[in-house]
């Protein structure tokens, strides 16, 4: 039996199922185009999201290690150059501009406004702030030196990708909850490796049906094609598949093996003088979120009892 | 007896607790002033307070209607305009610069990069998104038309606001929790003083010594003098002060009364036609952490019990 004779309300297509989403309540439009309000619903299943991870994390042998921290969504321009963000993905950049004129230049920001110019944007300034692309890369700068035997850290916080796009799927302001692990090669590895298998077994729980499968990031223009194969070659990256609309599917978490990417650019050195090696677990909490409706329909009551209770508090 | 005396390590001023703040851990500085990560026992703070703002929420007689909405970070830059946001405040205003072009335009802004000029930033195009300023602006356009007898919203989300400061207080990148009422003038009323009065009963419970003042906000330049003293003549604006750092009182909450200024620009229509009046009430989450560790000192675990308790889960 297919989801869609179970579900009669259910996407043919991802704009189709945006519209839906949107009449039902779980997505708020605003004004900008893949920026999204959430219902109550939606940040319910959300919360639940985010407590099964951290049960899942505290359940793991190494856990008094487990160190939760908290990042905001803009950080220094700095970081998007020494994480390579801004040579390997510019198209997803967003930089902060801001004003610093007088009461003069004030009026001049006003009248552009008023005339209805585009022109008005230029008489800001550019400001150090970037936004952050990916909630990882705000913990490293703070790890300078040499690290304990393994360090392990749980991150939820607010991404930025200039991506704008009617599938509802691909947002442009989303949140990312991120288990990452600094250390060994082979600490960075298994830790990855364990939270494909965990993320699995917790989505396939929730009622979705989830493949692992090697991928690779965006990596902009006719080089990145480059650095894209060799991703994937080097079997760095892998992303749990789910198939929220038919015919297509959708990358809803992905686990990451930086190498010592971060730790050589940062300085971060194990224990034994290396540069550390990293690796990151990173669940797409809107898009989970999102393939939980499209599995089990727009009326939260209404779906299966066995998934409520594990996304209850 | 006075708070220094029995926690010594107390700041003399706000910069010198903020190097405390980071010194223990509980602020994590980032490459960018004015924007800080924090600890799990921040986070933990964070989250009472939310609860407890929650819990009072719903032992209102009104609290059947309360509805919980989640707003991102960003949003459209017509947002700014329509709020008269960019008319009264530029100089806390973010916009967004995303990069458009090719791969010659790449090559280029990298080039930029590693000359180390400050240059590649007028390489980024202005995009339509801006960072959004005050959590309750989200919500205004969604509510366009005609509204029930009396709407009530809760949101917390993220704030950005253009004033870099060594002061902790002072975060350009913090979180608010805002209730939101729209309805009659009486309601708009009523809602603001009944939560000015509910959140200082709660923030006293914590142990904290709270006096609610009139105020003004921020507005810019010399005709911004004439709206910030109409606004305190109005008596709109109420702002729930705490001496954390001694001798400077820092708001750690307001009440607002926005009269139709939102209901009509957005054309929110109470019941009898007429554009809806609003007021909210926003905690200052970060800041009434902040004033929570001052009062009670670095080490969360030697808080009183009481003050644990009502944080606690």
């Not at 009669?8 to 999204?36: C, D, Q, Y």
């Not at 989505?203 to 094609?225: H, K, M, Y």
Request: with cysteine; hydrophobic share 40%.
């Amino acid at each position: 039996m297919s989801t869609q004779s179970l579900l009669p309300e259910l996407p043919s297509g991802a704009a189709e199922f945006g519209r839906k989403l949107v009449e039902h309540g779980w997505l708020i439009p605003t004004m900008a185009p893949g920026v999204n309000g959430l219902s109550e619903d939606a940040e319910r299943v959300v919360a639940g999201l985010n407590r099964r991870a951290g049960q899942i994390a505290r359940a793991m042998p190494e856990s008094p290690a487990l160190r939760s921290l908290r990042f905001p969504p803009v950080n220094g321009q700095e970081l998007l150059q020494r994480t390579n963000y801004l040579t390997s993905f510019p198209q997803l950049v967003g930089a902060v501009d801001v004003f610093d004129g007088d009461s003069r230049d004030h009026r001049a920001l006003l009248e552009s406004v008023d005339s209805g110019e585009r022109g008005w944007r230029d008489r800001l300034a550019p400001s150090d702030l970037v936004l952050v692309p990916a909630v990882c890369h705000s913990l490293y700068p703070h790890l300078q030196g040499t690290i304990a035997d393994g360090e392990w850290y749980e991150l939820t916080g607010e991404c930025f990708r200039n991506e704008p796009s009617e599938d509802p799927f691909r947002m442009v302001s989303f949140r990312m909850r991120e288990y990452v692990l600094l250390g060994t090669p082979e600490q960075a590895l298994a830790h990855r490796d364990r939270w494909l298998a965990e993320a699995q077994t917790l989505l396939t729980g929730l009622g979705l049906t989830v493949r692992i499968e090697g991928a690779n990031d965006p990596f902009f223009g006719r080089s990145g094609r480059l650095l894209a194969s060799g991703q994937r070659a080097a079997e760095l990256k892998f992303e749990l598949l789910v198939e929220a609309v038919p015919g297509r599917s959708t990358a809803v978490a992905s686990g990451n093996w930086h190498q010592d990417h971060f730790g050589g650019e940062f300085g971060i050195r194990s224990a034994d003088g290396e540069p550390a090696h990293s690796a990151c677990f990173g669940f797409g909490l809107e898009r989970i979120m999102l393939a939980l409706v499209a599995r089990h329909g727009f009326r939260l009551a209404d779906w299966p009892a066995d998934v409520r209770n594990a996304l209850q508090g």
